[in-house]
């Protein structure tokens, strides 16, 4: 089964994908990701995979029989792919070199700009997950993109909010947003001609940094040659720093923010930032999202966010003596 279901309470869609419970558990002497395996080039730097076991899918089934006049579905169209960000099975963003970072960047670039071609998709959703505390069973350095045929509910909040901001401030939430937080500096970890790193006043996480555009860009196919090459070196450090906090390959979910696609048009309030959600509160312990993060949505994080950026400063300073 493979379907999208709506929720009358929130006005949402879920994936309804039950043909996800039949992935197998990867031998541990085997990584289809790797060259060798037949599965994957032999030779390559950055790679786009089709998933084996999309959510969505450009040709899905129809839905099972359920709907009725109250409860609605729809086919699980989309597309799901894994980008590969190596060919070897044990590195990690921190770990590559800027110019091969570079390369994975184009690729982000080039799978929006040609998923953003299928009129039926709404969304380009660009993200990693690492680390075993948040669900990773395959260790080979690896994100996905999924693009759904819906604006997902957090994304349609964002929308408004800054549609709204920009109707009545006549500027760009985001960039208002960026500019009081270096007016303030506290909560800066660190900034470059092009991007600026920085632990949001409202972050919902303890180490939830957020890298945004200096300059208004609604999507990342908009970054110029310079911006690609600082964006690669700004990941880079960021995750090297996340690594550098408490010594360990640090887990977090990363996720890259573009505007919308065949829609209305929102360029001129929409601005391209990466957000990241790392599990833990401190070096032994995580941060759970229990009923009030879940059931509410509702955050409350347990750290002060202009103390927390100190921590984030210096493990930023120890990486970059690495």
């Not at 759970?288 to 984030?312: F, K, M, R």
């Given at each position: 089964?493979?379907?999208?279901?709506?929720?009358?309470?929130?006005?949402?869609?879920?994936?309804?994908?039950?043909?996800?419970?039949?992935?197998?558990?990867?031998?541990?002497?085997?990584?289809?990701?790797?060259?060798?395996?037949?599965?994957?080039?032999?030779?390559?730097?950055?790679?786009?995979?089709?998933?084996?076991?999309?959510?969505?899918?450009?040709?899905?089934?129809?839905?099972?029989?359920?709907?009725?006049?109250?409860?609605?579905?729809?086919?699980?169209?989309?597309?799901?792919?894994?980008i590969l960000y190596s060919p070897e099975h044990t590195i990690t963003l921190p770990e590559l070199p800027v110019e091969h970072i570079r390369k994975l960047v184009d690729l982000w670039v080039e799978r929006y700009?040609?998923?953003?071609?299928?009129?039926?998709?709404?969304?380009?959703?660009?993200?990693?997950?690492?680390?075993?505390?948040?669900?990773?069973?395959?260790?080979?350095?690896?994100?996905?993109?999924?693009?759904?045929?819906?604006?997902?509910?957090?994304?349609?909040?964002?929308?408004?909010?800054?549609?709204?901001?920009?109707?009545?401030?006549?500027?760009?939430?985001?960039?208002?947003?960026?500019?009081?937080?270096?007016?303030?500096?506290?909560?800066?970890?660190?900034?470059?001609?092009?991007?600026?790193?920085?632990?949001?006043?409202?972050?919902?996480?303890?180490?939830?940094?957020?890298?945004?555009?200096?300059?208004?860009?609604?999507?990342?196919?908009?970054?110029?040659?310079?911006?690609?090459?600082?964006?690669?070196?700004?990941?880079?450090?960021?995750?090297?720093?996340?690594?550098?906090?408490?010594?360990?390959?640090?887990?977090?979910?990363?996720?890259?923010?573009?505007?919308?696609?065949?829609?209305?048009?929102?360029?001129?309030?929409?601005?391209?930032?990466?957000?990241?959600?790392?599990?833990?509160?401190?070096?032994?312990?995580?941060?759970?999202?229990?009923?009030?993060e879940t059931g509410a949505w509702a955050h409350c994080n347990p750290t002060c966010p202009e103390e927390t950026a100190e921590e984030l400063r210096a493990a930023y300073q120890r990486f970059l003596k690495k």
């Amino acid at each position: 089964m493979a379907e999208l279901r709506k929720h009358p309470l929130t006005n949402d869609w879920i994936m309804i994908a039950s043909n996800r419970q039949a992935r197998p558990q990867m031998p541990k002497d085997f990584c289809p990701f790797c060259p060798g395996s037949g599965r994957v080039p032999d030779h390559y730097d950055v790679l786009k995979y089709d998933n084996d076991f999309p959510a969505l899918s450009q040709t899905p089934p129809e839905p099972d029989p359920v709907a009725n006049e109250f409860f609605e579905t729809a086919p699980a169209y989309g597309k799901c792919e894994v980008i590969l960000y190596s060919p070897e099975h044990t590195i990690t963003l921190p770990e590559l070199p800027v110019e091969h970072i570079r390369k994975l960047v184009d690729l982000w670039v080039e799978r929006y700009q040609e998923l953003s071609r299928d009129e039926k998709i709404k969304y380009v959703f660009i993200f990693e997950n690492r680390g075993e505390v948040v669900g990773v069973t395959m260790p080979h350095p690896h994100g996905q993109i999924y693009a759904y045929p819906f604006l997902p509910k957090k994304l349609e909040l964002e929308v408004e909010n800054a549609g709204k901001y920009y109707r009545e401030k006549g500027r760009c939430l985001f960039c208002e947003m960026r500019e009081q937080e270096v007016a303030f500096q506290k909560r800066i970890i660190f900034q470059n001609a092009h991007f600026t790193v920085f632990l949001p006043f409202f972050t919902e996480y303890p180490y939830g940094v957020y890298i945004i555009s200096n300059q208004h860009r609604s999507n990342i196919s908009q970054l110029n040659e310079e911006e690609r090459l600082a964006l690669a070196e700004t990941l880079k450090n960021t995750t090297g720093m996340l690594d550098s906090l408490f010594g360990y390959k640090f887990p977090y979910m990363m996720c890259l923010y573009n505007e919308p696609v065949n829609g209305p048009d929102t360029s001129d309030f929409f601005h391209f930032h990466i957000a990241f959600y790392p599990p833990m509160r401190s070096a032994d312990k995580i941060k759970y999202n229990a009923s009030s993060e879940t059931g509410a949505w509702a955050h409350c994080n347990p750290t002060c966010p202009e103390e927390t950026a100190e921590e984030l400063r210096a493990a930023y300073q120890r990486f970059l003596k690495k």
